[in-house]
């Protein structure tokens, strides 16, 4: 659901830039004073899982799209709602900077529709009140699931307004919204089962993961947590995202059905254009993989359109471009969401 600069308005995209930093700036403050010290490595290796679980996107049976994790649920749960944004504001911001997932312009949508809404919205009032203090295996699936499919609904609907309000696509709200709910219904249920099985995972293994913990009892070390999601994302992304279905996500499905074209263009000249040459420069693995030279990939793109029907890729997609971009992006993710922490968490020691 990550949105491209081709759905929107100057206007549109630059005000949800300020919204999304108004929301990074609220929740830095707020982690101040709140952050554990045992939570910052753990917002980092999060944030890297994230990244590599994104990258897999899977079918959705009898409709030729697909979908990816979100992730933002997942993070508000195990790191609360402001250290889980800003984890997942790495996340998108690696993806858009460096490997050209999501346009620039549209970075504060995707922030905003992938993290305000599980975040701020699903994890404190669906999540909370359906798992309860002491949440039992059958109240921590049915919590994950709802949740999960909320906050999807919510993004998705956050798209079409945001699409529509620009003005600059030829995308009806009423066309637009009868798919995006819909598909995102179905990838929601998914998320919602991935991220309810993790959930129950992680609560059998260390319920004080989740604020279970006696008050006698000594702090138990993160550090096996730690590791094991660490390993997953290296394995994630560096191998198991060579199975990613190569059907269009949910986004372009939609854009597809409506218009007959998954991808739009954008304007050439002004912030669309300056926005584009910038990422086309900092992006050093577009699209997951290696950059084609120029004329290679002008003639591949005259061959695609000349004979769609060569389109599809072999599935499994072996691709050491894949693999790199896996293992690097939730390096660089760690990193970013980890020094973030560590700045913040800093800051409050120095003025205590």
């Keep these: 659901m990550h949105m491209a600069d081709a759905l929107l308005s100057p206007a549109v995209g630059g005000s949800m830039w300020a919204a999304s930093a108004g929301l990074l700036a609220y929740s830095s403050s707020r982690l101040k004073t709140s952050l554990d010290d045992r939570r910052v490595p753990l917002m980092g290796v999060l944030a890297a899982f994230v990244f590599a679980a994104q990258m897999i996107n899977f079918s959705i049976p009898g409709t030729g799209s697909s979908g990816h994790l979100g992730g933002g649920l997942i993070l508000a749960v195990l790191l609360g709602p402001h250290a889980a944004f800003l984890a997942i504001a ?3 911001a690696v993806q858009a900077l460096f490997f050209a997932d999501g346009g620039l312009l549209a970075l504060g949508c995707n922030i905003f529709n992938l993290g305000f809404f599980p975040c701020f919205l699903c994890y404190p009032f669906i999540f909370k009140p359906l798992a309860g203090e002491t949440p039992s295996k059958g109240r921590l699936m049915t919590a994950s699931i709802v949740a999960a499919v909320a906050g999807l609904q919510m993004g998705a609907f956050g798209v079409v307004l945001e699409t529509v309000s620009s003005g600059i696509s030829e995308l009806p709200f009423s ?12 990838i929601g249920l998914v998320e919602g089962v991935v991220t309810a099985t993790l959930l129950v995972f992680l609560h059998k293994a260390r319920p004080e993961l989740f604020g279970a913990v006696q008050p006698d009892a000594e702090p138990r070390s993160l550090r096996p947590i730690i590791i094991g999601l660490a390993l997953a994302a290296m394995v994630i992304g560096g191998g198991l995202s060579w199975f990613a279905a190569s059907d269009p996500d949910g986004l372009e499905w939609s854009m597809g059905k409506v218009s007959g074209k998954e ?3 954008a304007p050439e000249n002004g912030i669309h254009g300056t926005l584009d040459s910038l990422q086309k420069r900092i992006a050093f693995l577009p699209d997951y993989n290696f950059k084609e030279p120029a004329e290679s990939a002008q003639t591949e793109a005259a061959a695609t359109e000349a004979k769609p029907e060569q389109k599809a890729e072999a599935w499994p997609n072996v691709n050491a471009g894949t693999t790199l971009s896996g293992l690097l992006g939730g390096f660089m993710t760690l990193c970013l969401a980890g020094v973030a922490a560590l700045v913040l968490r800093r800051r409050t020691t120095g003025k205590a």
């Design 90 to 92: 790495s996340v998108l």
């Design 175 to 186: 066309s637009f919204v009868l798919l995006m709910q819909p598909i995102h219904l179905a």
């Design 263 to 265: 991808e739009l263009a």
